[in-house]
């Protein structure tokens, strides 16, 4: 499917978003490009998400997962060669690749898992305890008001 929506608009009424201007024009250009390896990506609850790339043809020493400042990596590059046969057919597919997926704030790669040519990463969102919300307890230094003081500030 083909995108050409253009947001050359957008930026020009808008301040401070050219982060998410820059994140939306390379999702664009990526959905339109290569969409090798194919992945699924699943919401497990609120703050549990899983990454599954299917990469057949590869093994755990090929691939490279790297999480820096609100990105994820995926690289996979074969180490040595596995042309051991003689093919009539080659439709397992073994070139080079990297995904890149965009991490929200606070979330963080737990785990990664490889079997049966899938690789499975496990992320989590994790609020710091001063980003959460708390309730404050309201204190004062007066005491209550008796019924007779309260009649007496009326009057």
């Known amino acids: ?14 301040i401070g978003f050219d982060r998410l201007f820059d994140m939306l024009e390379g999702r664009m250009r990526a959905e339109a490009g290569d969409n090798y390896p194919p992945f699924d990506l699943e919401k ?17 020493d090929d691939i490279e997962i790297v999480a820096k400042q609100g990105e994820l990596v995926v690289t996979g590059r074969r180490t040595e060669d596995r042309d051991d046969g003689d093919y009539l057919h080659r439709g397992i ?31 989590e969102r994790e609020i710091p305890e001063a980003m959460k919300p708390r309730k ?20």
């Open 93 to 123: 597919a073994a070139r080079p690749f990297e995904r890149r997926f965009e991490l929200a704030d606070f979330v963080e790669v737990r785990s990664a898992e490889f079997a049966n040519g899938l690789l499975t990463i496990s992320l």
């Open 136 to 155: 404050i307890p309201i204190t004062g230094t007066n005491p209550p008001l008796s019924a007779v003081e309260t009649e007496r500030e009326a009057a």
């Open 1 to 14: 499917m083909r995108n050409d929506f253009d947001l050359t608009a957008y930026r020009r009424s808008t």
């Open 44 to 60: 497990l609850s609120d703050d549990r998400y899983r990454i599954t790339l299917a990469v057949a043809g590869f093994g755990p």
